[in-house]
């Protein structure tokens, strides 16, 4: 069974710093993983989406990583604001017909002004 | 372009009480899910519809929940009789089609509360 992880569980940092969120997941085989951020009171909005055959993706100020090999995915934030400030989720979906994407618990970021 | 469209966005019932969500996806999306996210965990999976047929449906605690796609377009969570563990936001995503790449488009969810 599929689990993905997500280190830290919250992280504060002062804005401007560069950071790192960390994702992880038990089973190698999986079609892609994605990148999402939750605002508060809202949904999920998709940031990054790294087919399996793929090392990375770039938008902006995000850059995200897959090492499907070792089952790690990470999501660097460069430069980071105040407007940054929300919970960053990773999701794996699964190489099977259900293409069931599982969720990781997610990091909460506080970019501090 | 419309996004996911829920409601109602917010519900309070006792317990053994019933409740029922909607949810109009993107136009053109053939694929429907239906996630919980209990307050900070991450979303899980508990119905998936391709057009009007149930993909997986593996995790609806089925003697409580049921949903339905008649006309492979708009969907209706309903639980019945509700718990209180059943306090979560219900969030709607849809995508395109099957195959890679297609990214998934969620809605902003209906928070439940149950008293």
């Known amino acids: 069974k599929q689990e993905v992880t997500q280190i830290p569980a919250a992280l504060s940092v002062p804005e401007g710093e560069n950071l790192v969120l960390n994702c992880s997941f038990t089973?190698?085989?999986?079609?892609?993983l994605q990148w999402f951020r939750q605002d508060p009171g809202k949904g999920l909005t998709s940031l990054l989406l790294?087919?399996?055959?793929?090392r990375e993706q770039t938008s902006g100020r995000l850059n995200a990583s897959l090492d499907k090999s070792s089952g790690r995915s990470t999501l660097y934030i460069a430069a980071s604001q105040p407007g940054d400030s929300a919970t960053y989720l990773c999701?794996?979906?699964?190489?099977?017909?259900?293409?069931?994407?599982?969720f990781g618990p997610g990091t909460r970021l506080s970019v501090l002004p | 372009e419309a996004g996911v469209a829920q409601s109602p966005r917010y519900k309070i019932i006792e317990k053994r009480q019933s409740v029922a969500f909607w949810c109009n996806p993107i136009?053109?999306?053939?694929?429907l899910y239906w996630y919980q996210q209990i307050l900070g965990q991450g979303p899980k999976l508990l119905i998936q519809?391709?057009?009007?047929?149930?993909?997986?449906d593996s995790q609806l605690p089925k003697d409580r929940f049921s949903a339905e796609r008649l006309k492979g377009v708009d969907s209706t969570l309903k639980i019945q009789p509700a718990k209180l563990e059943d306090s979560a936001v219900y969030l709607c995503?849809?995508?395109?089609?099957?195959?890679?790449?297609?990214?998934?488009?969620f809605g902003e969810g209906s928070w439940l509360t149950v008293v």
């Open positions: 790294i087919q399996s055959s793929q």
């Open positions: 089973d190698s085989a999986i079609y892609n």
């Open positions: 136009s053109g999306h053939a694929t």
């Open positions: 519809f391709q057009n009007n047929g149930v993909v997986d």
């Open positions: 995503a849809s995508r395109v089609l099957r195959g890679t790449g297609n990214t998934i488009y």
């Open positions: 999701a794996v979906r699964l190489d099977n017909y259900g293409q069931n994407f599982v």
